[in-house]
């Protein structure tokens, strides 16, 4: 269970598949996927009460948050404990919070949308996070995050795709505008 939890350091891109791992694992061995989320949980608290600005202590916050995004993509955690830690930085909506609270949204985000159970509260945590965007000072960074955040749960709607005209159209204007137009 502990090399579950020994993710190499800024290599995010490895946590999907330690999640799924640890899903694995648990459906054969319950214990190891509670384990796992009890030191996720654990390490996620202890990492939101300290209030490190250093960039060192950034990479270990969001590095934690995406692991308990993904932990809970794989149904190993309950979507309340991810509700319950976005509402918690969203209150203290500053700093290192918004960072961890970007890579909430932009890695369970959309999941937490599409699940009956958290869509309402989804929705009003994601009005409540652009509301505090728009509310707050924030550096270019971390605008951009949050709006990289919100547009994975949110795409923006497709473009308006071209309106075909009928076959017999598309002959009357090439008659016109190319046969007729060029020299004669």
Known sequence: MRALMDV????LQLLPYYSRVAATISQAYP???AGVLSAVE???DALAAKKDLTRAGEEPRLRVARYLAELIKFRLAPPSALL?????LLDDFSGPAVDAAAALVESAG???LKLP?????MENLLSVMMRLRNARNLDSRQTNAVDNAYFACRPPDKATQRRRRPPLQE???HL??????DGS
């Open 117 to 121: 159970e958290s869509r309402v509260r």
């Open 84 to 88: 319950l830690r976005l509402k918690m």
């Open 31 to 33: 214990e190891v996927g």
């Open 176 to 181: 016109v505008f190319e046969v007729l137009g």
């Open 110 to 112: 959309r999941f937490l």
């Open 8 to 11: 190499p350091r800024g290599n």
């Open 171 to 173: 002959y009357i204007r």
């Open 42 to 44: 654990a390490e996620f």
